[in-house]
């Protein structure tokens, strides 16, 4: 081989060397290229996904929501159902239903200076969502406030009420649905407006005594049933008073009308008697005399006595003494 044929062999190979390089090194770079544009389009997918996560939220029928966006609210939604925001936005929930606030019973001093603990319930709810973040934020800051604004009612209206209308035995005599009442208006005249929720309901679900107060609350009960059975006593005195009082009235009239009744037929006796009599003498004079004079006999004799009649005796010749 001549060295211009080696040359040209030496120049043939490495120009084929070249070629297989560029050839490498252009799919090499193509691959690249394709698997950075899946990178992208991965992460482009991953992003969305997470972002359409952030964007869309469910409402459900017993919550609201509200939409703050670098803490300022933005949107007030209370419609249930699907909705969106932008992903750099913060979704607030908030409950619809009704709520019961059930505080640790507390002590309040009543009109005639005693000491009376005094549990109650509150039932509320959230009227009013924008307020109510703006004001309170959260359940436990509400019940804060509530606990404030409804003792401040109940302080209120114990010192207006003395403790016989709370406790007593006469339920005429007590005004507990009153109290309840006065507590609820007074808190209803500042909870809605200044803080977004209404009070439904205040119910004093349970009053006692301190007990160093105990002994002279039981004291005064016993006192009060003492009382109460001294007035049964004298009422029942009383009736059978009238009782009795009736009774008599009603024996003496009884008597009287019987007593006149036999009047009545005593005189219709004796008027029928002497009819009798009247016709006998009519009939038989001597007949009407002699039983006139047995009649007579017989009114003043008994069987004890004896009768000495002499000879001319009306009675010997009536009684067939002389021929």
Do not use: C
């Not at 319930?121 to 409804?150: C, K, N, Q, Y």
């Not at 009798?276 to 009939?283: C, E, H, W």
């Amino acid at each position: 081989m001549t060295d211009h044929d080696h040359h040209q062999h030496h120049d043939h190979h490495g120009h084929h060397q070249d070629e297989t390089y560029r050839h490498n090194g252009g799919d090499g770079h193509e691959r690249s290229t394709r698997r950075a544009t899946s990178w992208w389009r991965a992460g482009l997918a991953v992003l969305a996904i997470v972002a359409l996560a952030r964007s869309v939220f469910v409402v459900p029928e017993t919550e609201s929501a509200i939409v703050t966006r670098f803490g300022k609210p933005v949107r007030t939604i209370e419609e249930p159902g699907l909705k969106l925001k932008w992903p750099i936005d913060r979704r607030l929930r908030f409950d619809n239903r009704v709520l019961l606030y059930d505080p640790a019973p507390a002590e309040f001093l009543t009109q005639d200076k005693k000491n009376l603990v005094v549990d109650t319930a509150v039932v509320w709810r959230i009227a009013d969502p924008a307020r109510f973040l703006e004001t309170i934020g959260d359940i436990s800051g509400a019940e804060m406030r509530l606990h404030d604004v409804v003792w401040a009612g109940l302080a209120a209206a114990l010192g207006r009420t003395e403790l016989s209308q709370l406790v007593s035995t006469k339920p005429k005599h007590l005004r507990i649905e009153e109290v309840a009442a006065e507590v609820r208006a007074s808190a209803v005249a500042v909870s809605l407006p200044q803080l977004g929720v209404e009070i439904l309901e205040v119910q004093l679900t349970r009053l006692s005594f301190p007990e160093q107060n105990l002994e002279s609350v039981f004291a005064r009960m016993r006192a009060e049933r003492e009382r109460i059975a001294k007035e049964y006593r004298a009422q029942g005195e009383e009736q059978a008073m009238i009782i009795r009082a009736e009774a008599d009235r009603d024996r003496e009239l009884i008597l009287a009308g019987a007593y006149r009744e036999a009047e009545i037929l005593r005189g219709q006796g004796d008027a029928e008697a002497a009819g009798i009599y009247g016709d006998a003498y009519r009939q038989d004079p001597s007949l009407y005399r002699f039983l006139r004079t047995l009649e007579s006999y017989e009114s003043i004799l008994d069987d004890q006595t004896t009768v000495i009649l002499s000879a001319d005796s009306e009675l010997f010749s009536l009684l067939g003494g002389s021929e």
